[in-house]
């Protein structure tokens, strides 16, 4: 979405301060805090934090934790249970009942608590080095994040702590197609020990931010989207040449074009095309583009402003629709009503739906709270608990590595004293990839 500050709609470099709250003045936000989201949670009472035993054996790292309510989110909620996690993975999950605790598992009571998945994020800037934006062309098919990630961005450890234990960083939307996002877990010495996929989508933005100002080709929509589709046309011929090359029905070997390398992956339907599209007019050029004209796995990214308005289009058509962090409508409508996005386009039949918090800082760790600003703004709350962690991950398609407790998929999981969506309660524990990667400071 375009940047917001104290005085208006503002252009240029994004910073963590363009951000839904981000940007207000601090009295503000903390009454919209107070009014939105205190108004409809209450508030808890404090509670214990976790208390690990003694490390286990040398050789061995397991874990038992002993749960007062597991949410798995795929397969119901499982009261006194007990998780065992090995080898970076959910090895056991059931009833005390049902699940032996192995010798040598390091056991963590957490028998007053809530267990959790890690919460998946699709749409963020944050572990970039240098900026997001490269700005001189308005199709930058050549570039991709993960060049830019920085293991030891400080912003990583804020994510962790609040639970997102999966992030896929993106170009920014300064330009019509601004490169490739990575996807990658936020704990780790090196990207490689971090990477879950290094192309993790094709970031494509319509409209607004991308707006070529100086006046050259791309200053209107019919311009941006010519020269997207000039685009696309020239990927998806060059993406067949090498699938009848392979299937043995062209003799001639294509010639290698670098610029359209990535892109093939798009077309080939390895990774998804997330685009940045804002207002009903613009998530229909979105639809319409990418899904109808182009077949592409298409992720309708922010959908706000008065975006709703197509959410039963979207409703018709394969496509996922991650909201955020815009999260409602009240000047576009122009008919003096206050809409909730998230419910808006879930009582229009949208299925598939995601959260995000267009993080390009500290505004990662906020990402249960949108959530819970969508369950304040008439969302469901168990929509708004899949919407940041398994619809999330079906989204970038990594359903079988994490967004839901499940065995065999990644120990990527958060301990707190009640619901995730509750923002008075803090995360006691972060689990990624089967380790404790954030504990709770005494």
Request: charged share 20%; aromatic share 8%.
């Amino acid at each position: 979405m375009r940047p917001f500050n104290d005085i208006g709609w503002g252009y240029g470099e994004w910073t963590p301060h363009h951000h839904l709250l981000g940007g207000l003045r601090p009295t503000l936000r903390l009454g919209i805090f107070i009014v939105c989201v205190l108004s409809r949670v209450g508030l808890a009472p404090p509670s214990p934090s976790t208390s690990p035993t003694e490390p286990a054996p040398s050789g061995v790292e397991g874990y038992a934790i002993k749960a007062g309510k597991i949410l798995t989110v795929t397969q119901g909620t499982i009261n006194h249970g007990i998780l065992l996690v090995e080898d970076k993975v959910i090895k056991a999950v059931g009833t005390a009942a049902e699940i032996a605790i192995p010798k040598g598992y390091t056991v963590i009571d957490a028998s007053d608590k809530w267990v959790m998945p890690g919460m998946v994020e699709i749409h963020s800037h944050i572990g970039t080095e240098g900026g997001f934006n490269d700005m001189v062309t308005p199709i930058n098919p050549e570039l991709r994040a993960m060049d830019n990630i920085n293991p030891e961005a400080w912003e990583l450890k804020c994510a962790v702590a609040a639970g997102v234990t999966t992030i896929h960083t993106i170009p920014g939307s300064g330009t019509n197609l601004a490169g490739f996002g990575v996807l990658f877990k936020p704990y780790g010495k090196t990207v490689d020990q971090m990477l879950i996929r290094e192309l993790g989508s094709m970031k494509i933005a319509q409209a607004y931010n991308p707006e070529r100002r100086g006046g050259d080709l791309g200053r209107t929509r019919m311009g941006m989207s010519w020269m997207l589709r000039d685009f696309l046309q020239k990927a998806k011929q060059y993406t067949l040449a090498w699938q009848a090359y392979q299937k043995g029905q062209r003799p001639q070997r294509p010639k290698e074009q670098p610029e359209l390398e990535q892109a093939r992956c798009a077309f080939e339907g390895a990774i998804p095309t997330l685009v940045h599209t804002a207002g009903a007019r613009d998530v229909m050029a979105t639809a319409r583009i990418f899904c109808d004209e182009f077949h592409l796995w298409t992720i309708v990214s922010h959908g706000c402003f008065d975006g709703y308005k197509a959410a039963k289009e979207m409703a018709k058509r394969p496509v996922h629709v991650n909201l955020g962090p815009c999260h409602y409508d009240f000047e576009f409508s122009q008919d003096n009503k206050v809409y909730g996005m998230a419910a808006e386009y879930a009582s229009a039949g949208v299925k598939s739906l995601s959260i995000n918090t267009d993080a390009g800082g500290p505004e990662q760790d906020e990402l249960f709270f949108e959530a819970a600003m969508a369950v304040r703004l008439g969302l469901d709350e168990k929509v708004a608990l899949e919407a940041v962690t398994i619809n999330a991950a079906r989204a970038i398609g990594i359903e079988n590595r994490v967004g839901s407790i499940e065995v065999g998929k990644d120990a990527d999981l958060i301990i707190k004293g009640g619901s995730l969506l509750d923002p008075t309660i803090p995360v006691d524990m972060v689990f990624v990839n089967g380790k404790i990667a954030y504990r709770k400071p005494k």
